[in-house]
Structures are given as structure tokens and as C-alpha cells.
T-cell receptor
Framework: AQSVTQLGSHVSVSEGALVLLRCNYSSSVPPYLFWYVQYPNQGLQLLLKYTSAATLVKGINGFEAEFKKSETSFHLTKPSAHMSDAAEYFCAVSEGNTGGFKTIFGAGTRLFVKA | DSGVTQTPKHLITATGQRVTLRCSPRSGDLSVYWYQQSLDQGLQFLIQYYNGEERAKGNILERFSAQQFPDLHSELNLSSLELGDSALYFC?????????????FGNGTRLTVT
């Protein structure tokens, strides 16, 4: 079964600083990878997804992620943190076949942004 | 707004009871997924339906069941409730069953079992 591991359950950055949230996946085949964000009292929203068309994927709100097969990683970055980025971020991988897929989520990383 | 509607938003019930959670997917989406989110277990996949048929199953307890109706709305039934079933239950929908189809989540139903 495929899985994702998010390093660090909590990350704290200052406003304007680089955001780096780490995700490693385990998969024997090219994976379908995603990053989602969850704000308080809301469901998850898609930030970006890896489609194999490009290793650097750009998402919403200035976030991007780089797929590195050699490192089995899909880390999420943003050059300059904003207070509104404070939320929980989930890396996810999809597994299955043409009959059905299930998306498996990592444990999540809560991002704190200090003024 | 994701377009996925879940009702009720909050549910408080006693151990041993049975509850039904309802989900209306985004317009046009044929796949519905159910997830359970708790502090100790994180976000756990329960079950997926596509156009009325069960397509994938996760860590869903035998006390739990789900179905998707012809109008594509879905219900998750939880019975013989235990304290440990207290959690946030999310429904998500997607346009297809392909692995690269992103999920659109509702705002969840918070279940409290007392």
C-alpha cells in the first residue's frame, strides 16, 4: 500500500519567511500526489497536484511543490509566508486501479505564522 | 465554497445509538468518498462510491455502512456508537474515479458521542 510521511507535525515561521513543509511518499509506481490545506472549521481544499507533466508544480496562494523521484519527496514551499497561510497542510497520495481509487493522507503539518 | 454539502453540521448522541450523516456531492461529480478525522488517527479513508456502486473500501468498521442513491447523494450510517466514534466525518466528491482527480470536501459533520 502506498503511503506518505510528513516530517514535522508543527512548523513555525515568521511572516515573510520561507515556508517549507516536507512530504515523502512510498510508491513502486509513478504516484498521484497532492497537497491540501485545511483552515479551522472547514474541509480540505486542494492546493496543487502532481500530474507528471512537470516536476515543479505551481498551486494556489503562491505555493509550489517539487517532485523528486530520487528522493521520493514532494515538499511544499512558499517564498514568503503570510499570516493567512496559518492552517494545517496535508500531503496525499492516490492508490487504486480503474475500478476505484482511494486518497491516503499524511498526518498533517500545522503551520504557524508569527508576526 | 466546494459545492459539497454535508448535514447536519453537529450531532450529539449517546453510546449505543445510531445516526445517519448525509452528503450531497458537487454538481456533476459521480464519486463520493467518506473520511473520518480524529486527533489520534488523523484523516482515515472509509469508503468510496461511484455512481451508486461501492468502489473502494478503507478502514470502515462493520458497525458503519454507506450507500449512494440514484440522485448521487450519499449517506453514512453509524450504529452501536461508542465514545471512540466521536470525530469529524468528511464527505468528498470527485468527477471520476481516476487517481489524479482531486477531491472536493464538504465542511464535515462533527459527531460527539457521550
Amino acid at each position: 500500500a502506498q503511503s506518505v510521511t510528513q516530517l514535522g507535525s508543527h512548523v513555525s515561521v515568521s511572516e515573510g519567511a520561507l515556508v517549507l513543509l516536507r512530504c515523502n511518499y512510498s510508491s513502486s509506481v509513478p504516484p498521484y500526489l497532492f497537497w491540501y490545506v485545511q483552515y479551522p472549521n472547514q474541509g480540505l481544499q486542494l492546493l496543487l497536484k502532481y500530474t507528471s507533466a512537470a516536476t515543479l508544480v505551481k498551486g494556489i496562494n503562491g505555493f509550489e511543490a517539487e517532485f523528486k523521484k530520487s528522493e521520493t519527496s514532494f515538499h511544499l514551499t512558499k517564498p514568503s509566508a503570510h499570516m493567512s497561510d496559518a492552517a494545517e497542510y496535508f500531503c496525499a497520495v492516490s492508490e487504486g486501479n480503474t475500478g476505484g481509487f482511494k486518497t491516503i493522507f499524511g498526518a498533517g503539518t500545522r503551520l504557524f505564522v508569527k508576526a | 465554497d466546494s459545492g459539497v454539502t454535508q448535514t447536519p453540521k453537529h450531532l450529539i448522541t449517546a453510546t449505543g445509538q445510531r445516526v445517519t450523516l448525509r452528503c450531497s456531492p458537487r454538481s456533476g461529480d459521480l464519486s463520493v468518498y467518506w473520511y473520518q478525522q480524529s486527533l489520534d488517527q488523523g484523516l482515515q479513508f472509509l469508503i468510496q462510491y461511484y455512481n451508486g456502486e461501492e468502489r473502494a473500501k478503507g478502514n470502515i468498521l462493520e458497525r458503519f455502512s454507506a450507500q449512494q442513491f440514484p440522485d448521487l447523494h450519499s449517506e453514512l450510517n453509524l450504529s452501536s456508537l461508542e465514545l471512540g466514534d466521536s470525530a469529524l466525518y468528511f464527505c468528498a466528491s470527485s468527477a471520476s474515479t481516476t487517481g489524479n482527480s482531486p477531491l472536493h470536501f464538504g465542511n464535515g459533520t462533527r459527531l460527539t458521542v457521550t
